[in-house]
């Protein structure tokens, strides 16, 4: 009985998602654009409690690259790439914020954590050049499956399977799989029993 009431709710907010879905990916099969994905997901990150969590699930399902229709993203959290992929059994905290990633299976994401598009999103090399005038360079953090990133950590770079990070992290160079590291920047300070 469980099981039929989640499916209808599901189906319900599915269908409540699709102005927002279609037009969202439309816009960027069509034109390359991706402003009304992040305009709506901007939206949907304030919903509260649990019409938030599914509407998110849905419209990230219907959008993003890969999503599960079950994807755990609470209040306040936005995902700025449509060419994002998210596992199953992925739980996303409050107010975290997610650029270009692929992110595992059972993978858990806790508040206030900001997953950059790479270290080297802005080009500095000119001082001569606005960086309003230079070009973005985006890169896919890879996050492997079942890894634990603790509040206010900043990820700039791949994190391997079962790995953790601890809480106030700068991920600033690659995290090995079964790893914990922890600090500004990131060390790992033990390997985890395989």
């Given amino acids: 009985m469980k099981r ?11 269908i409540f998602m699709l102005p927002f879905g279609i037009p969202a990916k439309l816009t960027y099969k069509l034109f390359g654009s991706q402003i009304l994905f992040q305009m709506f997901g901007e939206f949907l990150s304030l919903i509260p409690s649990f ?24 209040f306040g959290s936005y995902i700025s790439k449509i060419e994002t992929r998210i596992g199953k059994g992925v739980g996303i905290g409050g107010h975290t914020t997610i650029g270009f990633a692929d992110i595992g299976d059972d993978t858990v994401i806790a508040n206030f954590v900001s997953i950059l598009s790479g270290s080297r999103q802005h080009n500095f090399d000119d001082p001569n050049t606005s960086i309003a005038d230079t070009e973005n360079k ?57």
């Fill in 51 to 74: 019409p938030g969590y599914f509407s998110r699930g849905c419209y990230y399902q219907m959008t993003l690259a890969q999503a599960d229709v079950e994807l755990f993203i609470a």
């Fill in 138 to 194: 985006f890169d896919k953090m890879i996050i492997g499956k079942g890894v634990f990133i603790g509040d206010q950590s900043v990820i700039m770079a791949n994190i391997g399977e079962k790995s953790i990070v601890g809480a106030g992290s700068v991920v600033v160079k690659e995290i090995p799989p079964y790893s914990i590291a922890v600090g500004n920047p990131a060390k790992v300070i033990k390997e985890r029993a395989k």
């Fill in 4 to 14: 039929i009431v989640k499916f209808i709710v599901i189906a319900f907010f599915y």
